[in-house]
């Protein structure tokens, strides 16, 4: 099944959008669901947001304006990968609805399965997990424009899925996220 799908056609390819607060789970979650994918024979990648950030939008800084463009710079490679027969798994803050809502236009203009799901963590459990440190900086002055403390974040009013990552174990987010790809023909 890795190659082609019953009808000797590549399997349709997909962008996965995970946004959500910093540490709220996004990445391994995206990771959980690659192996899943991988192992079913599916091509799959996942374009990390801070790792496409450090490469393809190195220079860009944090303003409304850098993010927006990060997150359009990786729509397109997630647009390119997908209309290629790979699920391109995106787990991207992407703070601002509208470059949310610009990825996903692009997408449908090209014909391209997009999926947008919110990982709904808390801030209360991010800053817990803070995986990267980056609530401690916020905290102790540090740093500023962390999203969803000191800058906005627009939460999906009507995402795909949304998953309460807190809640619930990883196997259980990213099995949640594959019933969803499984009844769009996706997995």
């Known amino acids: 099944m890795s190659g ?6 590549p399997p349709r390819g997909a962008t996965i959008w995970l946004t959500g607060l910093p540490s709220a789970g ?20 996942v374009l990390d947001g801070d790792e496409v950030r450090e490469f393809l939008s190195a220079g860009l800084g944090f303003s409304r304006d850098d993010r927006h463009t990060n997150v359009q710079r990786i729509g397109f490679v997630a647009q ?26 692009r997408h449908q203009e090209a014909g391209t399965d997009y999926l947008e799901v919110h990982v709904a963590t808390p801030v209360e459990v991010c800053s817990e997990r803070d995986v990267k440190g ?16 000191d800058d906005p974040y627009e939460v999906p009013d009507a995402p795909d899925l949304r998953i309460h990552a807190h809640e619930q174990t990883v196997d259980e987010s990213a099995a949640a996220l594959h019933a969803v790809l499984a009844r769009r023909g996706l997995a």
């Open 134 to 149: 980056l609530y401690a900086k916020q905290a102790a002055g540090a740093l500023t424009g962390l999203t969803g403390v």
């Open 80 to 105: 390119l990968l997908a209309s290629h027969g790979v699920i391109a798994l995106v787990p991207v803050i992407a703070p601002y609805a509208d470059s949310r809502e610009a990825v996903r236009k």
């Open 26 to 45: 996004k990445t391994t979650i995206a990771r959980a669901l690659a192996a899943r994918l991988a192992a079913e024979g599916r091509r799959v990648e």
């Open 4 to 9: 082609t799908g019953a009808s000797g056609t």
